[in-house]
């Protein structure tokens, strides 16, 4: 495999800045705490506008506290219009309130399909273990106000199930699930191919609209996955805050991820993190 790089910045001069507006994990694996160390990696500086705080440990997510929707705009609204990013990105969004505060900013602030500022709306409905992170009656304000403002929208499957309806189980059902999802306003639709039943490939799909771009990759076989959907979606920002195209950043995160799931380590009694240092480790080529 390719070893995925970016270019860093030189010491004493600023980097490329990009924001994520997620949710923090109390343990470290997912969130907030994913995005900031991938986009560090990637020689980024990384902005956060947090939407709330979980109570989570590796056996799972017991609660969580959600900031008021003005603070999460405000976090937004003063980190772009001072330090500026080239790039974005939404995970846990937790309620609507909190999504019709983030799409309004985003549209002030250039963030999102008719502004300058790519967007990567990752749609996070539930941790790994199954607590929910975003309000069931969330998932209109979503699809309406949010998606039509993505670059790139990249759910998984059990995500496609809820916004689309559709079980993908090969890929004539991926691909018809790509064409409901672009079908909802955003620019490209990633559908996730990683918790595919019975296959030991892990196929992302990526359709504009016209074309399908396929990334094959080998299942990682772990069960230390957390926090995976979260590092991809920060290294496609990454990607495309220096300046790379949907397919290429596409391409790029999906063997970043891929070397962070080879990496993963255990943690706690029960799943541990996918692994965005894997290139610090001695061993990497
Ligand atoms: O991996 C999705 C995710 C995103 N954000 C937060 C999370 C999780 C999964 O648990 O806790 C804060």
Request: negative net charge; charged residues 15%.
């Amino acid at each position: 495999m390719t070893y995925p790089s970016l270019p860093l910045a030189a010491p004493g001069t600023t980097p490329v800045r990009v924001l994520t507006v997620a949710g923090s994990d109390s343990g470290g694996g997912a969130g907030i705490q994913a995005d900031l160390r991938t986009f560090a990696m990637l020689g980024l500086h990384g902005c956060v506008a947090i939407t709330a705080v979980t109570v989570q440990n590796s056996t799972g997510v017991t609660e969580f506290a959600e900031i008021d929707p003005t603070i999460v705009a405000a976090q937004m609204r003063s980190v772009v219009s001072d330090i500026g990013v080239s790039a974005a990105k939404t995970g846990m969004l937790a309620s609507a309130p909190i999504i019709t505060a983030i799409a309004d900013a985003a549209v002030d602030l250039g963030i999102g399909r008719d502004g300058a500022i790519p967007l990567v709306v990752d749609p996070v409905s539930a941790s790994m273990h199954g607590d929910p992170l975003l309000a069931a009656d969330a998932l209109g304000a979503l699809t309406t106000q949010l998606f039509p403002l993505a670059t790139v929208v990249t759910p998984n499957l059990d995500e496609v199930r809820l916004l689309t309806g559709i079980d993908v189980v090969d890929d004539a059902t991926q691909r018809a699930a790509a064409v409901a999802l672009h079908a909802m306003g955003p620019r490209w639709a990633l559908v996730k191919g990683g918790h595919l039943r019975g296959s030991d490939l892990s196929p992302d799909l990526l359709y504009d609209g016209t074309d399908f771009h396929q990334f094959p990759a080998p299942r990682i076989n772990t069960p230390h996955d957390h926090g995976a959907g979260d590092t991809l979606a920060a290294a496609i920002v990454g990607a495309l805050g220096h300046g790379y195209s949907v397919p290429d950043a596409v391409a790029f995160a999906k063997r970043w991820v891929t070397r962070g799931l080879a990496a993963a380590y255990p943690l706690g009694a029960g799943h541990g993190p996918v692994n965005p240092l894997w290139r610090l480790a001695p061993s990497t080529p």
